[in-house]
């Protein structure tokens, strides 16, 4: 089992930035890959980035490329999501997802999942 723990959500204004943590516990963190998803109210729950067990891959969603980055740290089982520039449309609950293996960009193929943390984008 892994557990997930997102932190770092709330209410910014468009253009503003957050940074949102997951912290994992439970099995050796840099055997997963880690991504970030998010879920508007009424709509299907989407994929906004991964990143491989090394950290040295990246893969993003293309309403959010150039505006968020992902990076980990496996020392401190911890993932990141840095958003800028955010635009009210980023606004949902966003979700860490921890996958064995490869990454891949469904959420279908994660196995763990935080609780999620709200963010909100005022306009």
């Known amino acids: 089992q892994v557990q997930l723990v997102e932190s770092g959500g709330g209410l910014v204004q468009a253009g503003g930035s957050l940074r949102l943590s997951c912290a994992a516990s439970g099995r050796t963190f840099s055997d997963y890959a880690m991504g970030w998803f998010r879920q508007a109210p009424g709509k299907e729950r989407e994929f906004v980035t991964a990143?491989?067990?090394?950290?040295?891959?990246?893969y993003y969603a293309d309403s959010v490329k150039g505006r968020f980055t992902i990076s980990r740290d496996n020392a401190k089982n911890t993932v990141y999501l840095q958003m800028n520039s955010l635009k009210p449309e980023d606004t949902a609950v966003y979700y860490c997802?921890?996958?064995?293996?490869?990454?891949?960009?469904?959420?279908?193929?994660?196995?763990?999942w935080g609780q999620g943390t709200q963010v909100t984008v005022s306009s």
């Open positions: 990143i491989t067990r090394s950290g040295e891959g990246t």
């Open positions: 997802a921890a996958r064995l293996g490869y990454t891949d960009l469904s959420p279908y193929e994660y196995n763990y």
